[in-house]
């Protein structure tokens, strides 16, 4: 079975089919892209998941070759402290606000802040794509009124790869994190 990739107007407008432009009310671009609450917090959608699959090197599991969903943060809301074991997760600004998105090591240590939105010359730290590598910490806030994003994950996502920092008994948290965000 083929499954489709709604990315936006643009693409759908190829398609023939005619929609309203994107919403700039959080509430009501919740309800545009069918959002659900996420566990980590925020709201998201998947989009989509590869009919190839894989089987991941490690463990022998096997995953789909790639996922992609919408997720979007609202003001006050947060991306609390989690991890994806065994892939790679791909950010990308899809509108809004830019994004202070923050990834921590596996073992814990320094706290990088990566900004995450549109090119901006008088900002070179400002990037539309940034990376999370397998297994590192990672945690997200808007830094206006809402932030859109797309994330990417190869192997693709799957629940059983996912952990919240604070499911972690406090002697096996790593360093580094800020407790804000757990």
């Known amino acids: 079975m083929e499954r489709s990739c709604n990315l936006g107007p643009e693409r759908q407008a190829r398609q023939g089919k005619t929609t309203a432009p994107m919403a700039s009310d959080p509430a009501r671009l919740i309800r545009q892209l069918e ?3 996420h566990p980590e917090g925020g709201w998201y959608r998947e989009l ?3 009919a190839v699959g894989v089987v991941r090197q490690d463990d022998g599991q096997p995953r789909a070759g ?3 969903i919408a997720f979007l943060l609202q003001a006050g809301e947060s991306s609390r402290w989690h991890r994806v074991r065994q892939a790679d997760e791909l950010w990308y600004h899809g509108g809004g606000a830019p994004l202070d998105l923050l990834r921590l090591p596996p073992q814990g240590g320094s706290t990088e802040h990566l900004r995450l939105g549109r090119l901006d010359a008088a900002d070179p730290q400002q990037q539309p794509v940034q990376l999370i590598p397998a297994d590192w910490w990672q945690a997200a806030r808007s830094m206006g009124d809402w932030s859109l994003s797309y994330c990417s994950v190869g192997p693709g996502f799957d629940f059983a790869d996912f952990n919240l920092l604070a499911d972690l008994p406090l002697a096996e948290r790593p360093d580094g ?3 804000a965000l757990i």
């Open 35 to 37: 959002l659900q609450p």
């Open 177 to 179: 994190a800020d407790p």
């Open 48 to 50: 989509h998941r590869s």
């Open 66 to 68: 790639l996922t992609l």
